[in-house]
């Protein structure tokens, strides 16, 4: 079975640091490139980034809200897609699902992991 | 603000009909793949129908969707109370190199 498991979500203050991860599980990890899609209380989904496979590069994409704060990369020797979110605001309060991307740029995800809430307060 | 429009809210009786409607452009939904995306309440979301009109193994066929030019359409038959949910389209955008997603339609059951 496809599983995506996130962790490290948490209570951060405004200008701190976190990282998340997501361990997959049930196909081959190196294969796929991987994205982050956030969702706000009470919002929508709002894309964060992606990055692709080392066939296609290992490269990333990020939405304009994150771009140069935010970081995605990988260990497939581990199977984790992992975010680095630095200089955090209030505003990137939300929950934050991994998923698998099907395509050198994304044509679908599919699953997603149960999602890690982060919460920047102080 | 999302560059995909969608109705915020459409509603039917149990076993009627619901379609959803994804507005884009050229740069977007005119020359990519739609997918389409279900979030029950307090759930992660799902996905319902990829490359435009193509659904996932499990998920029954009272699902469709469909692509003409810069929009898109996803169509729920025999609508069901568990079919209760938001549902949000979402496409690449080459011009912005980045993932866009529609603003989200909630379905009600009546």
């Known amino acids: 079975e496809v599983q995506l498991v996130e962790s490290g979500g948490g209570l951060v203050q405004p200008g701190r640091s976190l990282r998340l991860s997501c361990t997959a599980s049930?196909?081959?990890?190196?294969?796929?490139?991987m994205s982050w899609v956030r969702q706000a209380p009470g919002k929508g989904l709002e894309w964060v980034g992606f990055i692709r496979s080392k066939a296609y590069g290992g490269t990333t994409e990020y939405a304009a809200s994150v771009k140069g704060r935010f970081t995605i990369s990988r260990d497939d020797s581990k199977s984790i897609a992992y975010l680095q979110m630095n200089s955090l605001k209030t505003e990137d309060t939300a929950v934050y699902y991994c998923?698998?991307?099907?395509?050198?740029?994304?044509?679908?995800?599919?699953?997603w992991g149960q999602g890690t809430l982060v919460t920047v307060s102080s | 603000q999302s560059v995909l429009t969608q109705p915020p809210s459409v509603s039917a009786a149990p076993g009627q009909k619901v379609t959803i409607s994804c507005s884009g452009s050229s740069s977007n939904i005119g020359n990519n793949y739609v997918s389409w995306y279900q979030q029950l309440p307090g759930t992660a979301p799902k996905l319902l129908i990829y490359e435009n009109n193509k659904r996932p193994s499990g998920i029954p066929d009272r699902f469709s969707g469909s692509k003409s030019g810069t929009s898109a359409t996803l169509g729920i038959t025999g609508l069901q109370t568990g079919d209760e949910a938001d549902y949000y389209c979402g496409t690449w955008d080459s011009s912005l190199s980045a993932w866009v997603f529609g603003t989200g339609t909630k379905v009600t059951v009546l």
């Open positions: 049930g196909f081959t990890f190196g294969d796929y490139a």
């Open positions: 998923t698998r991307v099907v395509g050198s740029n994304p044509n679908w995800f599919d699953p």
